[in-house]
């Protein structure tokens, strides 16, 4: 009932030609088609339960292997920023831990197979006594550049013991779209609906051990008149 909505931006002119109002108009329907091609607001809902549970959700924007826009939900979990950077809200460094199976991650990387396959299990891996796991930890760090024009932004992608990808991040910005049901006062991460009801929702759970305890021991209750009180028994 809440995510039913399907926003998307649209492309506007204002006292342009005919020539852009035409570009925008097909922009607009271009629009609609990566919309529907990414499945944006499908993978947008589990995103809108995460910033109601947990404060914070994430969706990931990113171009796939075929050059094609894509997105996936982030679990909040797997997103690390340091609370001094996010003070303000805006980090400029964000670390992200995926589990991959080996094999994909092979695919992906084919000149560091070897480093891949021998590298560590994760430490929560229930294979982890086997001798090669199905998954690894990936990390992938971004570093937003210090001004616009620099050239100091980095991001990397590493397994423990291996460098697997570097190069310059060029963006001010990061690839991930936060949605937070409630900001802050100092902070990145927002603040969900179960921490905000954390105190109704105790004094409800006091309340209702009490009605229950009231219940159980009233369950087989006597009540006791006295003689010559003229008190009808019925």
């Known amino acids: 009932?809440?995510?039913?909505?399907?926003?998307?931006?649209?492309?506007?002119?204002?006292?342009?030609?005919?020539?852009?109002?035409?570009?925008?108009?097909?922009?607009?329907?271009?629009?609609?088609?990566?919309?529907?091609?990414?499945?944006?607001?499908?993978?947008?809902?589990?995103?809108?339960?995460?910033?109601?549970?947990?404060?914070?959700?994430?969706?990931?924007?990113?171009?796939?292997?075929?050059?094609?826009?894509?997105?996936?939900?982030?679990i909040p979990d797997e997103i690390f920023a340091d609370d001094t950077d996010g003070m303000y809200g805006k980090p400029r460094t964000i670390f992200?831990?995926?589990?991959?199976?080996?094999?994909?991650?092979?695919?992906?990387?084919?000149?560091?197979?070897?480093?891949?396959?021998?590298?560590?299990?994760?430490a929560d891996d229930p294979g982890v006594k086997e001798a090669r796991t199905p998954s690894v930890d990936v990390w992938t760090a971004w570093h937003l550049p210090s001004k616009p024009g620099e050239k100091d932004g980095m991001y990397c992608v590493a397994i423990d013991g291996c460098e697997l990808e570097c190069g310059k991040w060029e963006l001010d910005c990061f690839p991930f779209i936060p949605f937070r049901f409630k900001d802050r006062t100092l902070g990145f991460w927002g603040k969900g609906i179960a921490e905000s009801l954390v105190g109704i929702q105790i004094e409800l759970n006091r309340l209702i051990l009490s009605i229950s305890e009231q219940l159980r021991r009233k369950g087989k209750s006597r009540v006791f008149v006295q003689m010559g009180s003229k008190v009808n028994p019925n």
């Open 96 to 122: 992200r831990k995926k589990r991959v199976q080996r094999e994909v991650l092979v695919a992906m990387y084919p000149k560091k197979a070897k480093e891949i396959y021998e590298s560590d299990p994760p």
């Open 1 to 74: 009932k809440i995510t039913k909505n399907r926003p998307r931006p649209n492309f506007l002119t204002s006292g342009a030609s005919w020539t852009d109002q035409q570009k925008a108009r097909r922009l607009d329907k271009w629009m609609r088609g990566v919309f529907y091609e990414t499945q944006v607001h499908e993978k947008a809902k589990p995103v809108a339960m995460d910033g109601f549970t947990f404060g914070t959700g994430f969706l990931y924007v990113f171009v796939n292997e075929q050059k094609r826009v894509e997105c996936e939900r982030v």
